[in-house]
């Protein structure tokens, strides 16, 4: 092999070692409404480097974008505690996260919290998403259906959440049961799904969160 060809396929292998190394990894995090996903995800990025992408803020802001097409349809879906059309979501989640890597290219790892909730959300995303992202492992914040309507009724009264009051949280309780649980177990069945006690303190329910991430990366 003469030099030139040696240096053609070394950039080859260079550039498909990059493209590997860029490729997003993803953890999902899943549980209850009001489990914990969110505050353990901001702890998290404090001590990891990851970036928390919360599919509800998103769905939420997008509600709010003044030029919106779909803020009705995400309002009501988000009060009767129903889970919106993957395609919305699975776009929202695509442009943050290239939105993420353009800005650094080192933040190529991303917590996605909330997100797949049902059949249609995890097949929305292995059609847009498969082999542009890895799914590195579940998250899952296991909590008690009182303990998280509790923390969801607490909350507010000062969130401003169209969907924390008690005839919401019913419904997010029966979606999260008949649809997101078994999406939990076909991660579970695959060995993904590391499982967190979410009923414990705020600091007891990080630290177990640690030895998971200590010991996946
Ligand atoms: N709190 C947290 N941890 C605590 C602890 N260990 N001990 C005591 N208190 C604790 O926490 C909730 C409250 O509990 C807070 O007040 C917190 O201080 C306290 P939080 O961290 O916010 O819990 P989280 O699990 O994030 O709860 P959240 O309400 O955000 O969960 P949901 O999954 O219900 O909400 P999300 O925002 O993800 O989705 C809302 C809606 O959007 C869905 O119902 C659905 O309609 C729609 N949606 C989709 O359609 N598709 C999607 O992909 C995502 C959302
Ligand atoms: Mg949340």
Known sequence: MNVRALRSSCEKVWSAVWVVAMKPQVVFVLGGPGAGKGTQCAKIVQHYSYTH?????????????????DGSLIDS???????VPVEITINLLRKAMEETM??????????IDGFPRNQDNLQGWTRVMDG???VK????????NDVCIDRCLERGKSSGRTDDNRESLEKRIQTYLQSTR?????????GKVH???ASQDVNEVFADVKKVLDKEG
């Open 195 to 197: 499982t967190i006690n």
């Open 53 to 69: 992408l919360s599919a509800g803020d998103l769905l939420r802001e997008e509600r709010n974008r003044k030029d919106s097409e």
């Open 132 to 134: 542009k992202a890895d």
């Open 77 to 83: 879906y988000i009060k009767e505690g129903k889970i």
């Open 137 to 144: 492992f579940v998250l899952f914040f296991d909590c008690s």
């Open 182 to 190: 078994p999406i939990i177990e076909q991660y579970e069945k695959q």
């Open 102 to 111: 353009k800005k650094d290219e080192n933040k190529f790892r991303f917590l």
